[in-house]
């Protein structure tokens, strides 16, 4: 959750402060915190806080989006406009230098729930924004790139480095059904046929 520090003409907030950590930081999209009158003083005595807000739940809260539309709509980084958006640049360098490449869902999936609904009567279902489970799917799929890493620089013998890397490509086979959910086919999960 975010506090506005400052907005543009339209509203639209540029500078938040982290509800969690309380630090200050460029606003990059997810959930607002309404800004709480500060506590009064009258003679030395504070007057009582606020009475705290209710927490929404996680399935109701706006989610983070995965990548930033400006980062997903802007044009390619050149040297030339570098300088222009630093923000953006030192996201991608950090991006790279992790290993962790930026994903995003398919259009039509923005904004949609994933909904597990019991085939037993009477059960409640449970409700998740899609951006949510696309991001866990696109860690999983980092997570397998830096173990493929690790097994290809790692010194063991042949056969097991081809049985761990046949392990992999099945665990990217299996994933291949949430392929539908990305973009981007470069970002789609290959299996070891493909």
Known sequence: MHTVVAA?????????VCGYC????????????????????????????????????????????????????????????????????LRRVIREEAGITPAAPAEKWRGGSLILRPGTPGLQEKSWPIETFFHKIVMV???????????NAAELPEDVKVKLQGYISGCYGSLTSFNVLFSDEEDQFKGSGE
């Open 8 to 16: 543009d003409a339209d509203g639209t907030p540029i500078r938040v």
């Open 141 to 151: 799929r980092n997570r397998l790139r830096t173990m493929e890493q690790q097994v």
């Open 22 to 89: 309380r630090s200050e930081h460029n606003y990059r999209g997810g959930p607002r915190v309404v800004e709480q009158p500060r506590a009064a003083t009258w003679g030395g005595s504070v007057a009582a806080p606020p009475a705290p807000q209710r927490r929404t739940t996680k399935a109701a809260r706006e989610p983070f989006p995965i990548v930033s539309d400006r980062e997903r709509i802007g044009p390619p980084m050149s040297v030339e406009n570098a300088t222009t958006d630093l923000e953006l640049l």
